[in-house]
């Protein structure tokens, strides 16, 4: 079983920048997809950023040109750059892998967009 821990999420004010991170326990190839999806109050989780080898990142249309998805694979971890947030960004993180078919999913991060 994959595991996957989320840190470095918090408040910011609009217009800020934060970064996520995100620790696999266990080797997940770059071919892999691993990502971000996240998860708002009376919403369902969506995809905020996915990345995999071979492919350019598919990001949510809500986040294109404001977050970048960055994999470091030697560490078998996954990152989320968040630039000019927005109040709408508030969610529950969570990162995301797909291996050998099974979905992997982080406990969630909360990030809060306020001023």
């Known amino acids: 079983q994959v595991k996957l821990v989320e840190s470095g999420g918090g408040l910011v004010q609009p217009g800020g920048s934060l970064r996520l991170s995100c620790q696999a326990s266990e080797v997940i190839f770059a071919s892999n997809p691993m990502g971000w999806y996240r998860q708002a109050p009376g919403k369902q989780r969506e995809l905020v950023a996915v990345?995999?080898?071979?492919?350019?990142?598919n990001y949510a249309d809500s986040v294109t040109g404001r977050f970048t998805v960055f994999r470091d694979n030697a560490r078998n971890s996954v990152h989320l750059e968040m630039n000019n947030l927005k109040p709408e960004d508030t969610a529950v993180y969570y990162c995301?892998?797909?291996?050998?078919?099974?979905?992997?999913w982080g406990q969630g991060t909360q990030v809060t967009v306020s001023s």
């Open positions: 990345r995999r080898s071979g492919r350019d990142p």
């Open positions: 995301y892998a797909r291996v050998e078919g099974q979905t992997y």
